[in-house]
Protein backbone atom coordinates (compact mmCIF):
# COMPACT_ATOMS: atom_id res chain seq x y z
CA UNK A 1 0.00 0.00 0.00
CA UNK A 2 1.18 3.73 -0.88
CA UNK A 3 2.70 5.42 1.82
CA UNK A 4 0.98 8.57 3.09
CA UNK A 5 3.77 10.69 3.61
CA UNK A 6 5.24 9.42 -0.01
CA UNK A 7 2.26 11.30 -1.52
CA UNK A 8 1.76 14.08 0.15
CA UNK A 9 5.64 14.87 -0.80
CA UNK A 10 4.56 14.04 -4.14
CA UNK A 11 1.57 16.87 -3.65
CA UNK A 12 3.82 19.62 -2.66
CA UNK A 13 6.98 18.76 -4.68
CA UNK A 14 4.13 18.58 -7.76
CA UNK A 15 3.13 22.32 -6.66
CA UNK A 16 6.67 23.63 -6.16
CA UNK A 17 7.50 22.67 -9.37
CA UNK A 18 4.08 23.96 -11.25
CA UNK A 19 4.78 27.04 -9.20
CA UNK A 20 7.89 28.16 -11.14
CA UNK A 21 6.75 27.18 -14.35
CA UNK A 22 3.54 28.89 -14.22
CA UNK A 23 1.50 25.59 -14.34
CA UNK A 24 -2.02 24.94 -13.88
CA UNK A 25 -3.34 21.53 -12.95
CA UNK A 26 -6.50 19.49 -13.70
CA UNK A 27 -7.17 16.14 -12.74
CA UNK A 28 -9.79 13.71 -14.62
CA UNK A 29 -10.29 10.21 -12.42
CA UNK A 30 -12.31 7.55 -12.57
CA UNK A 31 -11.78 4.50 -10.19
CA UNK A 32 -9.73 6.63 -7.94
CA UNK A 33 -12.97 8.91 -7.48
CA UNK A 34 -11.36 12.20 -7.00
CA UNK A 35 -7.89 10.74 -4.52
CA UNK A 36 -5.57 12.82 -6.59
CA UNK A 37 -7.17 16.06 -6.66
CA UNK A 38 -7.56 15.40 -3.17
CA UNK A 39 -4.03 14.75 -2.60
CA UNK A 40 -2.97 18.08 -4.27
CA UNK A 41 -5.92 19.99 -2.79
CA UNK A 42 -4.85 18.77 0.86
CA UNK A 43 -1.81 21.15 0.66
CA UNK A 44 -2.47 24.99 1.92
CA UNK A 45 -1.96 27.31 -1.39
CA UNK A 46 -2.85 24.85 -3.64
CA UNK A 47 -5.39 27.00 -5.41
CA UNK A 48 -2.12 28.80 -6.71
CA UNK A 49 -1.74 26.21 -8.85
CA UNK A 50 -5.15 23.38 -9.26
CA UNK A 51 -7.65 24.47 -11.57
CA UNK A 52 -9.70 21.83 -11.45
CA UNK A 53 -10.60 17.84 -11.31
CA UNK A 54 -13.26 15.84 -12.91
CA UNK A 55 -14.73 12.42 -11.17
CA UNK A 56 -16.09 10.49 -14.13
CA UNK A 57 -17.05 7.43 -13.20
CA UNK A 58 -19.98 6.60 -15.81
CA UNK A 59 -18.86 6.29 -19.48
CA UNK A 60 -21.77 9.16 -19.88
CA UNK A 61 -19.51 11.66 -17.26
CA UNK A 62 -16.79 10.25 -19.35
CA UNK A 63 -18.62 11.33 -22.69
CA UNK A 64 -20.27 14.99 -21.49
CA UNK A 65 -17.77 16.25 -18.93
CA UNK A 66 -14.31 15.25 -21.00
CA UNK A 67 -16.11 14.88 -24.43
CA UNK A 68 -13.90 11.25 -24.61
CA UNK A 69 -16.03 9.81 -27.56
CA UNK A 70 -18.57 7.43 -27.30
CA UNK A 71 -16.84 5.13 -30.38
CA UNK A 72 -13.43 5.09 -28.47
CA UNK A 73 -15.85 3.77 -25.04
CA UNK A 74 -17.50 1.23 -27.31
CA UNK A 75 -14.41 -0.08 -29.56
CA UNK A 76 -11.87 -0.06 -26.20
CA UNK A 77 -13.84 0.34 -22.96
CA UNK A 78 -13.06 2.77 -20.08
CA UNK A 79 -10.24 0.69 -19.17
CA UNK A 80 -8.37 1.17 -22.11
CA UNK A 81 -5.21 3.35 -23.26
CA UNK A 82 -7.36 5.04 -25.59
CA UNK A 83 -9.81 5.97 -23.04
CA UNK A 84 -6.95 7.20 -20.80
CA UNK A 85 -5.46 9.94 -23.01
CA UNK A 86 -9.33 10.99 -24.53
CA UNK A 87 -9.99 11.59 -20.71
CA UNK A 88 -6.43 13.65 -20.33
CA UNK A 89 -7.24 15.52 -23.24
CA UNK A 90 -10.28 16.69 -22.52
CA UNK A 91 -9.20 17.76 -18.82
CA UNK A 92 -6.90 20.10 -20.60
CA UNK A 93 -9.05 21.35 -23.31
CA UNK A 94 -12.25 21.68 -20.41
CA UNK A 95 -10.05 23.73 -18.35
CA UNK A 96 -7.47 26.27 -18.03
CA UNK A 97 -4.74 23.54 -17.55
CA UNK A 98 -1.70 23.17 -19.33
CA UNK A 99 -0.95 20.04 -17.46
CA UNK A 100 -3.35 16.97 -17.05
CA UNK A 101 -3.50 13.26 -15.76
CA UNK A 102 -6.32 10.79 -16.19
CA UNK A 103 -6.45 7.66 -14.58
CA UNK A 104 -9.23 5.01 -15.55
CA UNK A 105 -8.80 1.57 -13.98
CA UNK A 106 -10.37 -1.71 -12.23
CA UNK A 107 -10.22 -1.24 -8.40
CA UNK A 108 -12.27 -4.25 -7.66
CA UNK A 109 -13.01 -6.51 -5.94
CA UNK A 110 -15.21 -7.22 -8.62
CA UNK A 111 -15.48 -6.15 -12.17
CA UNK A 112 -12.53 -7.21 -13.70
CA UNK A 113 -12.30 -10.02 -16.78
CA UNK A 114 -9.42 -11.66 -18.20
CA UNK A 115 -8.74 -9.42 -20.56
CA UNK A 116 -8.87 -6.40 -18.25
CA UNK A 117 -8.21 -7.68 -14.20
CA UNK A 118 -8.76 -6.33 -10.90
CA UNK A 119 -5.48 -4.11 -10.55
CA UNK A 120 -5.50 -2.97 -13.65
CA UNK A 121 -5.36 0.61 -14.31
CA UNK A 122 -4.48 3.18 -17.28
CA UNK A 123 -3.27 6.39 -16.59
CA UNK A 124 -2.28 8.98 -19.39
CA UNK A 125 -0.78 12.67 -18.72
CA UNK A 126 -0.39 15.78 -21.03
CA UNK A 127 1.52 18.66 -21.20
CA UNK A 128 0.81 21.24 -23.33
CA UNK A 129 3.27 21.38 -25.99
CA UNK A 130 4.94 18.27 -24.95
CA UNK A 131 2.60 16.03 -26.30
CA UNK A 132 1.04 13.30 -23.97
CA UNK A 133 2.53 9.89 -22.55
CA UNK A 134 0.18 6.84 -21.41
CA UNK A 135 1.17 4.08 -19.00
CA UNK A 136 -0.39 0.65 -18.42
CA UNK A 137 -0.27 -0.52 -14.73
CA UNK A 138 -1.15 -3.93 -13.08
CA UNK A 139 -0.99 -3.85 -9.21
CA UNK A 140 -2.33 -7.03 -9.03
CA UNK A 141 -4.92 -8.48 -6.86
CA UNK A 142 -4.50 -5.90 -4.37
CA UNK A 143 -7.38 -4.55 -1.73
CA UNK A 144 -9.39 -1.60 -3.12
CA UNK A 145 -8.04 0.59 -1.23
CA UNK A 146 -4.52 -0.03 -2.16
CA UNK A 147 -5.16 -0.57 -5.77
CA UNK A 148 -6.39 3.00 -5.47
CA UNK A 149 -3.87 4.42 -2.98
CA UNK A 150 -0.49 3.10 -5.72
CA UNK A 151 -2.92 4.21 -8.94
CA UNK A 152 -2.85 8.15 -6.39
CA UNK A 153 1.12 7.52 -6.23
CA UNK A 154 1.49 6.88 -9.87
CA UNK A 155 -0.81 10.17 -11.33
CA UNK A 156 1.59 12.33 -8.89
CA UNK A 157 4.82 10.50 -10.46
CA UNK A 158 3.60 11.12 -14.06
CA UNK A 159 2.53 14.49 -13.28
CA UNK A 160 5.93 15.38 -11.50
CA UNK A 161 8.09 14.02 -14.35
CA UNK A 162 6.14 15.90 -16.63
CA UNK A 163 6.45 19.15 -14.97
CA UNK A 164 9.72 18.63 -14.69
CA UNK A 165 10.85 18.59 -18.61
CA UNK A 166 11.54 22.10 -19.11
CA UNK A 167 9.62 24.28 -22.31
Request: glycine share 8%.
Amino acid sequence: MADHSDIHALAEKLLDLCRAQSLRLAIAESCTGGLVAGAITAIPGSSDVFDRGFVTYSNAAKEEMLGVPADVLERFGAVSAETARAMAQGAVHRSFADLAVAVTGVAGPSGGSAEKPVGLVHFACLRKNHGIEHMERRFGPLTREAIREASVLQALEMLVAAAQRRP
